[in-house]
């Protein structure tokens, strides 16, 4: 399955990073590439259940491709968050299903700093994106 445009880069810039210190630094700077939601958007209906920090989640689908976005008060999370909107960007629904979350962060050199909770809370995040897909396929 070919991966989109964003998530490319985010293999090639991460590949880049020699160790975790290089590759926590742009983690930071990809959180802060996000475009923000609104001060409307970051409601209760939005919120995931499931992580430790405050995250929330808005998807919109456009011609069969889902764009979400996302926002979190963890700074380190937003970094997460923001390569993981990388790696399901345009998608399908039924694409959406196939993401393995830990081959992904495994394929950018993450998955030893995701703690349990952590990808418990990105699992929650990508879990959203496939019900929002699911309820949307249904109307």
């Known amino acids: ?16 990073c020699p160790g975790w210190e290089q590759r926590a630094r742009l983690l930071m700077q990809w959180g802060e ?3 923000p939601l609104t001060e409307d958007e970051r ?9 430790e920090s405050q995250v929330w989640l808005v998807g919109e689908e456009q011609e069969g491709h889902w764009h979400f976005r996302a926002a979190s008060d963890a700074r380190l999370l937003r970094g997460l968050l923001a390569v993981l909107l990388a790696r399901v960007d345009g998608l399908s629904g039924a694409q959406l299903g196939e993401v393995d979350l830990a081959d992904w962060f ?3 050199g993450l ?13 929650a995040v990508l879990q959203r994106m496939r ?3 699911a309820e949307h396929s249904e109307d």
């Open 1 to 16: 399955m070919s991966i989109p445009c964003g998530a490319q880069e985010a293999l090639d810039a991460f590949a880049q």
């Open 33 to 35: 590439r996000f475009t």
């Open 43 to 51: 409601n209760e209906a939005n919120r995931v259940h499931g992580c």
């Open 106 to 108: 495994a394929q950018l």
């Open 111 to 123: 998955s030893r700093q995701l703690s349990p909770s952590r990808s418990n809370g990105l699992n």
């Open 131 to 133: 019900q929002l897909a």
